[in-house]
């Protein structure tokens, strides 16, 4: 299952041929997702003309975490440059449980609202389940409430979490079909490894999921034809996890100081891996930017839906 009918290819040649990429090759998150945030906003624009419709997105806020700043702030700029209407909502860090479910039940009820984001995490006073199971699932642009967790799990046609959307996204830029191939899929968290893991057995890979109590995991990664890494520890996979020629997802984000300069890396040492695999997501500029496509492309998918109009193909 993908966000939309898209595929974009690092090496669309290749690809179309079935050779494997070139080894070390990075996929190129931004072009993917360039390439992703450009249909949205044909058909988003298709919407407008053909129907007066424009896709509303609800961005909640709850209190004031600088790294969430910068992620709201790219995501309403991308939503403004997709044709979709991205409102914010914010509410003090201080806020009750009960403040947030109502500001929750009154986007439900807006028309113009046709997806939800609550931005994570919350503060401890308030139930993170409680929150996201108030979300109208078909409003669910994250993809995170049980009805839309249990649908594809079932197989069943639903929103998927963007990040494991993403993982997959650009997965098939390596290797237009997954079928048959080995995937691990390092962490086992409710928003990425669990959900990726679901899609990728939608998508016929063979799947194993590895997690903290896994043994010998670097004997499990070396028979991966593709692996996801999702651990939330920096540069945790060593070049010498990777199997020869396999594709690498890594899906961590960490800002790190070295040699007094900041930067950000993920949970795979990158320069070790890129040695090994045949294709590699960097980071930044490979599963984060995808994320954020995907969300927009889930609001128009929910937006169509909500308001009983198909897709329109751009
Ligand atoms: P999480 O902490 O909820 O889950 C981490 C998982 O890793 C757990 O399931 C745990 O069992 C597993 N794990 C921990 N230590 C392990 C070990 N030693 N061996 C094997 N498995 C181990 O994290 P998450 O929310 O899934 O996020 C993972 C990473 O992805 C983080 O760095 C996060 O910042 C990043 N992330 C990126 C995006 C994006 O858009 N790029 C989105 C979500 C999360």
């Given at each position: 299952?993908?966000?939309?009918?898209?595929?974009?290819?690092t090496?669309?040649?290749?690809?179309?041929?079935?050779?494997?990429?070139?080894?070390?090759a990075?996929?190129?998150?931004?072009?993917?997702?360039?390439?992703?945030?450009?249909r949205v906003?044909?058909?988003?624009?298709l919407?407008a003309?053909r129907?007066?419709?424009v896709?509303?997105?609800?961005?909640?806020?709850?209190?004031?975490?600088?790294?969430?700043?910068?992620?709201v702030?790219a995501?309403?700029?991308?939503?403004?440059?997709?044709?979709?209407?991205?409102?914010?909502?914010?509410?003090?860090?201080?806020?009750?449980?009960?403040?947030?479910?109502?500001?929750?039940?009154?986007?439900n009820?807006?028309?113009?609202?046709?997806?939800?984001?609550?931005?994570?995490?919350?503060?401890?006073?308030?139930?993170?389940h409680?929150?996201?199971?108030?979300?109208?699932?078909?409003?669910?642009?994250?993809?995170?409430?049980?009805?839309?967790i249990?649908?594809?799990?079932?197989?069943?046609?639903?929103?998927?979490?963007?990040?494991?959307?993403?993982?997959?996204?650009?997965?098939?830029?390596?290797h237009?079909?997954?079928?048959?191939?080995?995937?691990?899929v390092i962490g086992?968290?409710?928003i990425?490894?669990?959900?990726?893991?679901?899609?990728?057995?939608a998508?016929d890979?063979?799947?194993?999921?590895?997690?903290?109590?896994?043994?010998?995991?670097?004997?499990?990664?070396?028979?991966?034809?593709?692996?996801?890494v999702?651990?939330?520890?920096a540069?945790?996979?060593?070049?010498?996890w990777?199997?020869?020629?396999?594709?690498?997802?890594?899906v961590?984000i960490?800002?790190?100081?070295?040699?007094?300069r900041?930067?950000?890396i993920?949970?795979?040492?990158?320069?070790?891996?890129?040695?090994?695999?045949?294709?590699?997501?960097?980071?930044p500029?490979?599963?984060?930017?995808?994320?954020?496509?995907?969300?927009?492309?889930?609001?128009?998918?929910?937006?169509?839906?909500?308001?009983?109009?198909?897709?329109?193909?751009?």
């Open positions: 299952m993908t966000a939309m009918d898209v595929t974009v290819l090496d669309a040649a290749r690809a179309s041929r079935g050779t494997p990429p070139a080894a070390g990075l996929i190129d998150g931004r072009a993917i997702a360039a390439k992703l945030r450009d906003r044909g058909a988003a624009k919407l003309t129907d007066g419709f896709p509303g997105l609800a961005v909640v806020v709850v209190g004031h975490n600088p790294a969430s700043e910068v992620y702030a995501k309403k700029k991308m939503a403004a440059e997709a044709g979709i209407r991205s409102t914010d909502h914010r509410v003090p860090a201080s806020a009750s449980e009960t403040d947030l479910l109502d500001l929750i039940h009154g986007l009820e807006d028309p113009r609202v046709h997806g939800i984001l609550v931005q994570l995490p919350l503060p401890p006073q308030i139930d993170g409680a929150v996201i199971a108030a979300i109208d699932p078909g409003k669910d642009v994250d993809g995170f409430h049980p009805l839309n249990g649908r594809i799990a079932s197989g069943l046609p639903a929103l998927a979490p963007c990040t494991p959307l993403a993982c997959i996204e650009l997965a098939k830029s390596a237009p079909s997954l079928a048959g191939l080995d995937a691990l086992r968290s409710a990425v490894g669990k959900p990726l893991a679901q899609l990728l057995l998508e890979a063979t799947v194993t999921i590895a997690h903290s109590k896994t043994r010998d995991l670097p004997a499990a990664a070396r028979r991966a034809d593709l692996l996801f999702a651990v939330g520890r540069e945790f996979v060593s070049g010498d990777i199997k020869p020629g396999a594709t690498v997802i890594d961590g960490h800002r790190v100081t070295r040699g007094g900041s930067r950000i993920g949970d795979v040492t990158f320069e070790e891996a890129r040695k090994v695999a045949a294709a590699i997501t960097p980071v500029g490979g599963v984060g930017p995808v994320t954020i496509a995907c969300l927009l492309a889930n609001t128009l998918k929910a937006a169509c839906a909500l308001a009983g109009l198909p897709q329109p193909q751009a």
